[in-house]
């Protein structure tokens, strides 16, 4: 580890615990000052909401094969093993997972800044994005039992062994990433193209079979499916009879939802809205990215974004995208770019950025997390 890797690792370090020092003690504030009081209960029916106690209930017991607990075979192994596994320890199931997803993000958020810097942007570009990623409209589940503070650590792992050309380690946490959320399959897109942008010698393209373990972490998630009930897809039956959901043409649901957009907003339900508006937005603004950069495109995020937003958008309706979309790291990079010179357009949408998330802080603190509302933003 060079002088300048250890000086990085310490200031991602540094600016990583402040930050989620920050925002645990923002979403206590906003707990006090809508709730009046505070009570271990409250804190309790607050931070394990929703997903939440499923992934309580999956880390003690299991996927099960009887009742309502049959439904969580919908939810992928990885993250509900770690908590399974801190819970082990001694510590009460729910704080497992409260610790599983704050030290998944301190670690993610640093490992991020790394990357960032280890790939040649300068001081203040690497700050700037880390900064816009840290204002992000669903920065509350960084601080909940949710998957996102495990996922970043795993995709930023990934892409920081990629760059140091590590492939097996990359493939390993691509691997973790795949058996955590199903987009993490789509890390196999840059991995090959990463051969391509650096013009890898046609004798080192055997590494690239290293690629290969990626989409295990998903295969063995459908072999979980065998093992339970008979059928690798059992969760697309569960996800269709259940929730009525299933996969569908991206293409023509974008253009369906772009017809039916103007419904969205006479409901009142400016959340709902706004992750529709976000999903239809970003691959426009990806389009644009192309535009502008022309053969100075980045191929490795630009193919981990499509990737993503083929999967995110391939939904009978569209759920929890911005969620989704929010952790597309290269989207951030994106943005830096092409308003490098334009500081008040990014600073336009750091205040921006900064109302929605806000925004989703006070429907947490206020008990809206299981309502419609909150999860269309923040899921």
């Known amino acids: 580890m060079t002088r300048d890797t250890k000086k990085d690792l310490k200031t991602g370090l540094i600016w990583a615990l402040v930050y989620q020092i920050f925002l645990f003690s923002l979403v206590f504030f906003f707990i006090f000052l809508y709730q009046k009081s505070f009570s271990f209960p409250l804190f309790s029916r607050l931070w394990n909401a929703w997903d939440g106690n499923t992934y309580a209930l999956l880390a003690q017991h299991g996927y099960q094969t009887i009742g309502d607990e049959a439904n969580y075979i919908v939810f992928y192994p990885y993250y509900?093993?770690?908590?399974?596994?801190?819970?082990?320890?001694?510590?009460?199931?729910?704080?497992?997972?409260?610790?599983?997803?704050?030290?998944?993000?301190?670690?993610?958020?640093?490992?991020?800044?790394?990357?960032?810097?280890?790939r040649g942007l300068t001081l203040w570009q690497a700050r700037?994005?880390?900064?816009?990623?840290?204002?992000?409209?669903?920065?509350?589940?960084?601080?909940?039992?949710?998957?996102?503070?495990?996922?970043?650590?795993?995709?930023?792992?990934?892409?920081?062994?990629?760059y140091r050309r590590s492939f097996a380690l990359a493939a390993l946490f691509g691997l973790l990433a795949?058996?955590?959320?199903?987009?993490?399959?789509?890390?196999?897109?840059?991995?090959?193209?990463?051969?391509?942008?650096?013009?890898?010698?046609?004798?080192?393209?055997?590494?690239?079979?290293?690629?290969?373990?990626?989409p295990f972490g998903f295969i063995f998630y459908l072999g979980i499916n065998v093992h339970y009930f008979g059928n690798p897809f059992?969760?697309?039956?569960?996800?269709?009879?259940?929730?009525?959901?299933?996969?569908?043409?991206?293409?023509?649901?974008?253009?369906?939802?772009?017809?039916?957009?103007?419904?969205?907003?006479?409901?009142?339900?400016?959340?709902?809205?706004?992750?529709?508006?976000?999903?239809?937005?970003?691959?426009?603004?990806?389009?644009?990215y192309c535009?502008?950069?022309?053969?100075?495109?980045?191929?490795?995020?630009?193919?981990?974004?499509?990737?993503?937003?083929?999967?995110?958008?391939?939904?009978?309706?569209?759920?929890?995208n911005t969620r989704y979309i929010s952790l597309i790291l290269p989207l951030y990079v994106f943005a830096e770019e092409l308003m490098r010179r334009f500081l008040l357009l990014y600073c336009i949408l750091c205040i921006v950025f900064i109302i929605i998330s806000l925004y989703g802080i006070s429907l947490f603190a206020r008990g809206f997390y299981s309502s419609t509302v909150f999860s269309v933003l923040s899921l």
């Open 291 to 320: 535009a502008v950069k022309r053969k100075k495109t980045w191929l490795v995020g630009l193919g981990f974004t499509l990737a993503n937003l083929f999967i995110i958008t391939a939904q009978s309706y569209w759920l929890s």
């Open 178 to 214: 795949s058996a955590t959320r199903l987009v993490g399959i789509t890390l196999l897109v840059p991995f090959v193209l990463f051969f391509f942008e650096k013009h890898i010698h046609k004798s080192q393209w055997k590494k690239v079979a290293w690629g290969c373990l990626i």
């Open 234 to 288: 059992y969760y697309q039956e569960v996800l269709q009879q259940t929730w009525s959901k299933s996969v569908v043409n991206p293409f023509t649901q974008y253009i369906s939802n772009v017809k039916g957009l103007k419904d969205f907003f006479p409901t009142g339900n400016a959340t709902y809205g706004l992750d529709m508006v976000s999903t239809l937005f970003i691959p426009l603004f990806v389009l644009f």
């Open 128 to 162: 700037r994005v880390l900064f816009l990623f840290c204002i992000n409209p669903v920065t509350v589940y960084f601080t909940m039992i949710c998957t996102e503070g495990v996922f970043l650590a795993l995709i930023a792992f990934f892409f920081l062994f990629l």
């Open 80 to 118: 509900p093993l770690l908590v399974g596994i801190v819970a082990k320890l001694g510590i009460e199931v729910h704080l497992a997972g409260m610790f599983v997803t704050i030290i998944g993000s301190i670690i993610g958020h640093t490992i991020f800044y790394l990357w960032l810097r280890e």
